[in-house]
């Protein structure tokens, strides 16, 4: 490839990481921002302060681990149904696999909404109160899809005969899946457990409909843009930027050599 | 979650951690919330142990703790001793309704014994039957309210509410953006601010204002009367005139440039112009429209007797000026005035009529009158068409 | 009996019994709800001030919301189809960067790619407010190059402004979906062996030809399971038309919100969150038919 096609290359290439990164930019920029007023929206001079008080608005705080907390517990619940899926249908040939594959598939083919629709008016019809329970339900669910079809991904590219070997050395066939699998298994089981819980700390459509009292960050945060922005949020989320950052490179699969 | 660093031999170590600490994570808020002392944001999930007062507001609507000077819910706590949970819940007065309608309507108490709710969402509330009288007996010094509002048309015999602040919605604009002052609703249909221009969300000040520039009376409100100005404001979203329709967040916009001009609420504005002072707000000569919040009572209320010592003590003239220094609204109390203007701290305010409305600007202020649930569905369909495309 | 046999008898049962759990919440809490849509929507809300309903085969549900709502659903998929198209021409170049120039950095581009998306959603939106606001950055670098007139004329500006148009919503739609597009075609184009390229070359094929003979018909696989990760959520989407856009631009997920959580008429929104899902069930139908779920690029 020419030197000009190189560079048109490079460029769009830089142009689209540009796009992507353009309000995660503007979003740590103004975590150094003092606002004049309740709106951190203009840029009026560079402090330190907000990131020596990250904590220090406390309905944001709350709505911070609340999140936290839920994401973690759905992310450990669909992983653990969605493990179990995974091994079932990589393992053995389950009669019907395809149909139950596909109806994994579904919740990812069809847009939020319907799904926030979907468990609003079962909980309505099951009088069920919207709060913390519904929310796990709800976020368990649409991170089972996507654990369930990662980890499947994931054993795919495993190896079984590794297993097979502990065995022929005399261990049984749980520890050998506990001592061989699961360890090799970590990235894995961390890559999906990380997807599961961004999708449910940064998830919208389907709480709004099912959190009933209970708020979540992205709830407590569509509520607070109305009033005021403060700069503990941009604090936040650069925070949770640089963990997600963390995570992501130890959850990255192992590095297939380049053809 | 911990935040060590993985020792790189021990992946394992990390991971059992990494469980560990998401364990306690996942399991901290919830053990929290069920001693209903922790994170939750909400005054539902509290639950209001033992003798604690629990009161859902809308945001920033009182005087908050500042450094060295305690927040009005600080001082009642140091007053009378009684424990409040002060929750700054209702953003939005009908997603509040559809949060607290299922138990209501199942006969079941709320978390919170006190709500503040705007005035024609307290009527709908009162007509459903489903809050408690307030205990009034107890409240002497709800006397002091002025005599405006009292025996308002949503409460039509005091007997269900007592008003929390009252405000009026009218024209905020920045005279920079303008290039001049403005006169009236009019000016928000002007060609020249095309698409810098947003109305409210809240149908009766939108609704409101324009009735009042065509002329019409808003205290008796007629499907009939409102037609040519939900046409007006159609044509005007249709025609991009109108870049927004808005909740609270008009002031992003004023405070950001994107909006010249908008409906919006005088308090907000009087807060805003402290720091963008060219920041306006005006009343048009067409009139203004007067709005109350009101502090009402659901049923089942647990602690009646601490909603009354509450009452009464936000309805000290003292304890009220605070506030309305704060919030910079129409306090519903007698004699705040005059404590504003014996501190100069405080003085100019005593002399705002936006804060105070003088006789001249009175005659100009009208309350949007009551609409019968039937009406009230008509109502909202065409301005839910309108605003929502 | 040895246990070997005893195990080997036992063998069909246990992939059942780990199914069965996860199986359970997915039809507990979405066929059975999703299929419950159904009766709802035929129906009709028994209060103004409740979700609750009677079910009294009322039809009429469907030709109201579809009268009601037709215009916007088509706005939906139009501004999903625009932000996809977009976010292709931005994706392509980028994934085939990646794959055959990215080398051992390849990983970590990859995973700047995947980690804006990690970030607070809402708090994206809201930056893009102030990127995209009148006095923003954006509006003031197209002033200075001259552009303002040019693009006006185009529709892509109103009046000069990009805050609350449909060009700031689809520019928030590209954002938001360009990682899952570019993520299955990096995926899809590791299949591409680079001699085939070299080969191309080799014969005098110019970057352009090798692109449509070569890069092209072998991503396919790749193209459609990020068209499906793009698309549809991109025409469900909430956040982006309520904070970029104005009135004029909504989408039919803020409709189905409004009707729901505002008007709290349940039955019109089961009516349309069905015919949203019917729509898009034959779109995927379409795109998935024979085609298995392998090139999704889940991590």
């Known amino acids: ?259 | 979650m911990t935040q060590n660093r993985p020792h790189p031999r021990s992946r394992r170590t990390f991971l059992r951690q990494l469980a560990l600490g998401a364990g306690a994570a996942a399991l901290g808020p919830a053990l929290l919330q069920a001693c209903g002392r922790g994170p939750g944001g909400s005054a539902e999930s509290a639950g209001g142990a033992g003798g604690e007062l629990v009161i859902s507001n809308f945001p920033l609507y009182i005087d908050v703790d500042a450094p060295g000077a305690p927040g009005s819910v600080a001082r009642f706590q140091k007053d009378t001793g009684i424990k409040v949970r002060y929750v700054e819940d209702v953003n939005d007065v009908r997603q509040f309704f559809a949060r607290i309608q299922p138990q209501l309507a199942a006969g079941q108490p709320l978390a919170q014994d006190l709500i503040v709710l705007t005035g024609w969402m307290a009527e709908r509330l009162i007509r459903l039957g489903w809050m408690e009288p307030l205990p009034l007996a107890e409240v002497p010094n709800a006397r002091n309210l002025v005599p405006s509002l009292r025996k308002p048309s949503w409460d039509p015999e005091q007997r269900y509410s007592l008003p929390w602040q009252s405000g009026i919605a009218g024209i905020a604009y920045n005279i920079k953006a303008t290039g001049k002052e403005l006169r009236g609703i009019d000016d928000l249909f002007d060609p020249a601010l095309k698409g810098r221009v947003s109305a409210l969300l809240e149908m009766r000040d939108t609704m409101g204002l324009l009735m009042l520039a065509d002329g019409q009376d808003i205290t008796r409100p007629t499907w009939a009367a409102a037609q040519p100005s939900f046409d007006r404001l159609e044509q005007a979203r249709k025609s991009g005139q109108i870049r927004r329709f808005t909740g609270n967040d008009y002031q992003n916009d004023l405070l950001a440039g994107n909006l010249a001009a908008c409906i919006g609420w005088s308090g907000d504005v009087a807060q805003l112009a402290m720091e963008q002072p060219d920041l306006r707000f005006l009343v048009p000569d067409s009139g203004g429209v007067l709005w109350a919040d009101v502090m009402l009572m659901p049923k089942g209320a647990r602690h009646p007797r601490e909603v009354a010592r509450w009452l009464n003590w936000v309805y000290e003239p003292v304890e009220a000026a605070r506030i309305a220094a704060a919030v910079q609204y129409i306090s519903p109390v007698e004699g705040v005035r005059e404590v504003l203007a014996k501190d100069p701290a405080t003085a100019p305010l005593a002399n705002n009529t936006l804060m105070f409305p003088d006789a001249a600007m009175q005659k100009k202020l009208y309350v949007f009158g009551p609409l019968s649930v039937q009406e009230e569905a008509r109502w909202e369909e065409r301005f839910a068409q309108i605003t929502e495309g | ?299």
């Open chain 3, 1 to 299: 009996m040895p246990r070997s046999l005893r195990a080997e008898a036992r063998r069909p049962r246990w992939p059942w019994l780990l199914l069965t759990p996860g199986l359970l919440w997915l039809l507990g809490l979405y066929v059975l709800p999703l299929l419950g849509l159904v009766p709802l929507s035929l129906s009709e809300p028994l209060s103004r001030f409740g979700l609750d309903t009677v079910f009294t085969g009322r039809v009429a549900n469907y030709s109201e919301v579809l009268q009601a709502y037709g215009p916007i659903l088509l706005r939906s998929f139009s501004f999903a189809a625009i932000a996809t198209a977009v976010g292709l021409v931005l994706a392509y170049p980028l994934a085939f960067a990646i794959r055959f120039r990215g080398g051992r950095w390849q990983p970590l581009l990859i995973g700047l790619v995947v980690l804006p998306s990690l970030s607070s959603f809402l708090v994206r939106a809201i930056a893009w407010t102030s990127l995209l606001g009148d006095n923003g950055p954006v509006l003031g670098l197209v002033e200075s190059l001259g552009l303002t007139d040019g693009l006006n004329g185009l529709g892509v500006l109103r009046d000069g402004r990009l805050l609350n148009t449909p060009t700031a919503v689809i520019i928030g739609l590209t954002n938001t979906l360009l990682p899952f597009l570019v993520l299955p075609l990096v995926v899809a184009m590791q299949r591409i062996d680079p001699r085939l390229l070299e080969a191309a070359a080799d014969l005098h094929a110019g970057p352009l030809r090798r692109f449509i003979r070569v890069v092209w018909p072998l991503s396919l696989p790749g193209l459609g399971a990020g068209l499906l990760l793009s698309l549809i959520p991109a025409a469900g989407d909430v956040v982006n038309p309520r904070f970029l856009g104005g009135p004029n631009d909504r989408m039919i997920a803020n409709a189905i919100d409004n009707l729901l959580l505002v008007q709290l008429q349940a039955p019109r929104a089961a009516a349309l969150t069905l015919v949203l899902t019917a729509l898009i069930t034959v779109a995927v139908g379409l795109q998935l038919r024979g085609r298995g779920l392998e090139e999704l690029p889940l991590p």
């Open chain 1, 1 to 259: 490839m020419n030197r000009a096609g190189a560079l048109l290359l490079g460029l769009w290439s830089a142009l689209a990481y540009g796009l992507l990164y353009a309000p995660v930019v503007v979003t740590v920029l103004f975590s150094f921002n003092a606002p004049r007023g309740r709106f951190n929206l203009v840029w009026q001079g560079f402090t330190l302060e907000n990131w020596r008080h990250p904590f220090q608005d406390g309905a944001l705080t709350a709505a911070f681990l609340t999140s936290l907390g839920l994401a973690v517990a759905a992310a450990l619940l669909a992983v653990l149904l969605g493990g179990l899926m995974a091994l079932a249908l990589s393992r053995a040939r389950v009669r019907g696999g395809r149909w139950i594959e596909l109806l994994l598939a579904l919740p990812l083919t069809n847009p939020e909404i319907v799904l926030a629709t979907a468990l609003l008016t079962l909980f309505v019809g099951l009088d069920l109160p919207r709060g913390p329970l519904t929310l796990l339900l709800s976020h368990s669910l649409f991170c089972l899809s996507y654990a369930a079809l990662t980890l499947k991904a994931r054993l795919a590219g495993f190896d079984p005969t590794l297993e097979l070997a502990a065995q022929d050395l005399g261990a049984p066939p749980l520890e050998a899946f506990r001592r061989v699998t699961l360890p090799l298994l970590a990235p894995g089981l961390l890559a999906a457990m990380l997807l599961s819980f961004s999708l449910s700390f940064d998830d919208y459509v389907v709480s709004s409909f099912t959190a009933g009292e209970t708020l979540t960050l992205p709830l407590y945060l569509a509520g607070a843009f109305q009033r005021e922005i403060s700069p503990q949020i941009q604090v936040l989320s650069t925070l949770v930027l640089l963990v997600s950052a963390l995570v992501l490179v130890l959850a990255s699969p192992p590095r297939r050599s380049p053809r």
